[in-house]
């Protein structure tokens, strides 16, 4: 591959998916986290992808990266981020309460699909994200109306 710069390695994804045979893969994090608006504003020096083969910590092709054996969906929505976000709130140094704050402010300002939030939450999320994203919903439920 050629840059600007000279000569530069195969991409994130053609790295991963040698390494990983083929097997889907998803990359998350602070870029995807971030994005949401909900008070995230973390960093990471690795790049967080989730798979269904191996966990760790990797250096390809000069990068570092951080696979998890994850379960996510085959098309991931900004509400499955959502609950991604609220899974990992330490990984992304931001408090529950933070979020909860964001994600209630973002409710109300219809940004998010409630019932499609609330299925990713039940799917994808443990019993205490499901119960904070309920409340939140709750919470916002006469600004949906």
């Known amino acids: 591959m050629t840059s600007a710069r000279g000569t530069s390695?195969?991409?994130d994804e053609a790295l991963?998916?040698?390494f990983l045979g083929?097997?889907?893969f998803l990359v998350t994090g602070p870029p995807c986290w971030?994005?949401?608006g909900l008070g995230s504003t973390a960093m990471f020096a690795v790049t967080l992808v989730y798979n269904t083969r191996r966990s760790g910590e990797?250096?390809?092709g000069g990068r570092r990266f951080l696979l998890r054996?994850?379960?996510f969906p085959e098309q991931p929505t900004a509400e499955?981020?959502?609950?991604?976000l609220l899974q990992h709130h330490d990984m992304a140094g931001v408090g529950l309460s933070v979020l909860r704050e964001g994600l209630v402010a973002t409710l109300r300002s219809g940004r998010w699909n409630r019932m499609r939030l609330r299925k990713m939450a039940e799917t994808y999320g443990t019993k205490a994200t499901l119960a904070l994203v309920d409340e939140a919903l709750l919470e916002t439920e006469a600004s949906a109306a």
């Open 80 to 84: 499955w981020f959502i609950v991604d």
């Open 16 to 18: 991963l998916n040698a």
């Open 34 to 36: 971030n994005a949401l």
């Open 58 to 60: 990797f250096q390809l």
């Open 22 to 24: 083929g097997e889907r």
């Open 69 to 71: 054996r994850v379960y």
């Open 9 to 11: 390695g195969a991409s």
